[in-house]
């Protein structure tokens, strides 16, 4: 059977092969689809051909992954105080908001307000949950200054590039790269936390008999 840290590792790599297996088959039956130009929840907009699937690789899909990974992951901040436990709890929010994000899809015809409210307020939700997990999983995890450093940059660039980039014409290659950093940082911690406990198990004593 897969040890727990392992197996969050293992759902972390899930979620990344998922959500670029899905962009890169997301101009299937939409030719006119641009990754440098469009967002990405534009190609799930309901009414385009192929939005259901397009929703549960890109989003669903990796956010249930995300989930089962930090779940697999919590044990490895064990008696590292409230700000790591609070922490990873965000970061699990970020990842069902992400998820939801293909559950609460946008109207192609863009005249359905409330699916547009919904969906908005699930792409903040996101990003807002995420920057306060950094902050304190910077704190709290115990991993040394390299992982800290990761969690800082990466709860300050991700709002950075979500939020505050231009949103001219390069308004899809910005969104691509903060979800890659967002997934990256997951990747990160997986490793990291992964690497972090194992080692930790291996250098304990042996146990009298």
Same mark, same amino acid.
């Given at each position: 059977?897969?040890?727990?840290?392992?197996?969050?590792?293992?759902?972390?790599?899930?979620?990344?092969? &998922?959500?670029?297996?899905?962009? !890169?088959?997301?101009?299937?039956?939409?030719?006119?689809?641009?990754?440098?130009? *469009?967002?990405? @929840?534009?190609?799930?907009?309901?009414?385009?051909p192929g939005a259901m699937l397009f929703n549960a690789g890109a989003f669903?899909?990796?956010?249930? #992954?995300?989930?089962l990974a930090s779940q697999a992951l919590r044990p490895s901040l064990a008696?590292?105080?409230?700000?790591?436990?609070?922490?990873?709890?965000?970061?699990?929010?970020?990842?069902?908001?992400?998820? &939801?994000?293909? @559950?609460?899809?946008?109207?192609?015809?863009?005249?359905?307000? *409330?699916?547009?409210?919904? *969906?908005?307020?699930? $792409?903040? &939700? $996101?990003?807002?949950?995420?920057?306060?997990?950094?902050? &304190?999983?910077?704190? %709290?995890?115990?991993?040394?200054?390299?992982? #800290? @450093?990761?969690?800082?940059?990466? %709860? #300050?660039?991700?709002?950075?590039?979500?939020?505050?980039?231009?949103?001219?014409?390069?308004?899809? !290659? #910005?969104?691509?790269?903060?979800?890659?950093?967002?997934?990256?940082?997951?990747?990160? /911690? /997986?490793?990291?936390?992964?690497?972090?406990?194992?080692?930790? @198990?291996?250098?304990a004593p042996p146990a009298r008999r």
């Amino acid at each position: 059977m897969m040890k727990p840290l392992r197996a969050g590792l293992v759902w972390v790599g899930v979620a990344i092969g &998922l959500f670029t297996l899905t962009l !890169l088959l997301a101009r299937l039956g939409l030719p006119e689809y641009s990754h440098r130009v *469009h967002p990405l @929840a534009l190609r799930g907009a309901s009414g385009l051909p192929g939005a259901m699937l397009f929703n549960a690789g890109a989003f669903l899909l990796p956010g249930i #992954a995300l989930l089962l990974a930090s779940q697999a992951l919590r044990p490895s901040l064990a008696g590292h105080g409230w700000a790591a436990r609070i922490g990873l709890t965000l970061a699990q929010l970020s990842a069902l908001a992400f998820g &939801l994000q293909g @559950a609460l899809p946008l109207d192609a015809s863009g005249q359905d307000e *409330h699916a547009m409210r919904l *969906h908005a307020l699930v $792409w903040m &939700l $996101w990003w807002i949950a995420f920057v306060p997990a950094m902050l &304190l999983l910077a704190l %709290g995890a115990r991993r040394g200054a390299g992982f #800290a @450093a990761a969690c800082v940059a990466a %709860g #300050a660039l991700v709002p950075l590039l979500a939020v505050l980039a231009p949103v001219d014409a390069w308004v899809g !290659l #910005a969104q691509r790269l903060v979800f890659a950093l967002w997934l990256g940082w997951w990747l990160l /911690a /997986a490793a990291m936390l992964s690497r972090a406990s194992t080692s930790a @198990a291996g250098s304990a004593p042996p146990a009298r008999r």
